[in-house]
C-alpha cells in the first residue's frame, strides 16, 4: 500500500473539485459518478500491478475533463482533457512546489492523452495502461449494461431536441427498436474491451463482468423477444 503525503493528497482533494465543477452539468455518461468509479477501478488495479498511485489518482480524476468541450465543439476529449489537466496542475505547483513536479505533470498529462478507447493506442507506462483499463473497465457489468442503455437515451433525446446526431461508440444507437439497438451494441463493443485491456487484474475483472452482461442479455431476450 502506497501512503501518499498530506500535500499530495490535498492536490488530490483539489482535483477532484475541478473535476466536479466541470463536469457539474454532463449529461452524457462521462459523469462525475463514472469518473469516481474509474478512480475506484484504478486505485483497485495499481494494488496488485503498481505503478506510480499519486499520478494515477490524479490522471483518473482528470481524464474526461475534456469532455464538455469535445461536445460543444468536437474534437478529441483526451487531447483536450490532457491540455486541461497540464494547465490545472501547472496551478497546483505554484501552491505546492515541493510535491508535484514538471515530471509529474507531463506524465498525467501524457497518461489522459492516450486513455481514449476508440484511440487503439497501447501505452509504455503501467500508469497509462491502468487508466485505460479502469475506464474500460466501466463498460462492463451491470454499471456497464447501464450506461449504454442511459447513453443511448441521452443521444436520442439529444436528436430528439436538436436533430444532432452526435458521433458516438454506440453506432446503433438511432435503431428504431432502441432494444435491437441493445442487442447490437452488446454483440461488439463489450466483446471487444477483455481483449483490448492490458493488465492481467482487469482481464480478470473484465471476464466475470461480461459473464453478467451475456446473463442480462439472454434475460432480456426472455422477456422481450
Ligand atoms: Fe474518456
Ligand atoms: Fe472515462
Redesign the pocket.
Known amino acids: 500500500m502506497t501512503n501518499l503525503s498530506a500535500a499530495q493528497l490535498q492536490i488530490i482533494e483539489n482535483a477532484r473539485q475541478y473535476m466536479i465543477q466541470i463536469l457539474d452539468n454532463e449529461t452524457t455518461s ?1 459523469d462525475i459518478g463514472h469518473v469516481f468509479r474509474v478512480e475506484k477501478n484504478a486505485v483497485f488495479l495499481q494494488q496488485t500491478e503498481g505503478g506510480n498511485l499519486f499520478l494515477i489518482r490524479l490522471a483518473t480524476l482528470l ?2 475533463v475534456g ?1 464538455p468541450k469535445e461536445n460543444e465543439i468536437g474534437g478529441d ?2 487531447v483536450y ?1 490532457s491540455e486541461m489537466a497540464f494547465d490545472f496542475l501547472k496551478s497546483e505547483q505554484q501552491k505546492y512546489p515541493e510535491t508535484i513536479s514538471d515530471a509529474d505533470i507531463s506524465a498525467v498529462s501524457s497518461i489522459i492523452l492516450s ?2 478507447f476508440s484511440s487503439g493506442q497501447k501505452p509504455e507506462a503501467i500508469e497509462a495502461q491502468i487508466l485505460q483499463d479502469a ?1 474500460r473497465l466501466d463498460a462492463l457489468g451491470a454499471v456497464g449494461v447501464f450506461r449504454s442503455v442511459y447513453s443511448m437515451g441521452s443521444l436520442r433525446m439529444l436528436k430528439c431536441l436538436t436533430g444532432i446526431d452526435k458521433g458516438s461508440s454506440k453506432k446503433t444507437v438511432y435503431t428504431k427498436d432502441p432494444v435491437e439497438g441493445f442487442y447490437a451494441y452488446m454483440s461488439y463493443k463489450p466483446q471487444e474491451i477483455p481483449n483490448r485491456l492490458n493488465t492481467e487484474t482487469a482481464k480478470r475483472i473484465a471476464k466475470e463482468r461480461l459473464e453478467f452482461m451475456e446473463l442480462f442479455e439472454k434475460q432480456l431476450r426472455e422477456e422481450n423477444d
Open positions: 462521462h481524464h474526461d469532455t476529449h483526451a482533457g486513455h481514449r475506464d
